[in-house]
């Protein structure tokens, strides 16, 4: 599930816990920016204003020398269960309307989901 940084106030992505098992495969610099590209056009292209990467040729360069790509033939997954549980109160609503306002089914599920749950202190 993706939720757009447009969503929230506070646009770090920390407390993600995920582990994922199985074996790793850089992938080349060709590879790494179309999955940058792909990604971006994927998650943003049902937003209302869809953003774009804004960089040169020369910028985009520079950024992806500062991310290391990989693959994983995946066996095992183990990931923790957060759904904006360490975010303010005002992010949390502002993602949950937006989820709920979404034109995909799969982000409104999870808007019912996370309604469902009991209330974290």
């Known amino acids: 599930m993706f939720c757009a940084a447009t969503w929230r106030e ?3 992505s920390g407390n993600i816990s995920t ?3 199985g074996k790793p495969s850089l992938v ?4 790494l ?4 590209f792909d990604t971006t056009a994927k998650f943003e292209s049902a937003m209302p204003a869809p953003w774009k990467i804004p960089l040169s040729e020369q910028e985009i ?3 992806l020398k500062a991310i290391v790509g990989f693959k994983i033939a995946i066996t095992r997954v183990e990931a923790k269960f957060k759904l ?7 992010d949390r ?3 949950l309307r937006s989820l709920q306002a979404a034109s ?3 982000s409104r599920a999870l808007a019912r989901f996370i309604l469902a749950q009991p209330e974290q202190n």
């Open 10 to 12: 506070q646009t770090d």
């Open 19 to 21: 582990t994922a098992y």
């Open 28 to 31: 080349e610099e060709s590879e």
């Open 33 to 36: 920016k179309q999955i940058v």
């Open 61 to 63: 360069a520079a950024m």
């Open 84 to 90: 904006g549980q360490n975010r303010s109160h005002e």
């Open 93 to 95: 609503e502002k993602m």
């Open 104 to 106: 995909d089914d799969e």
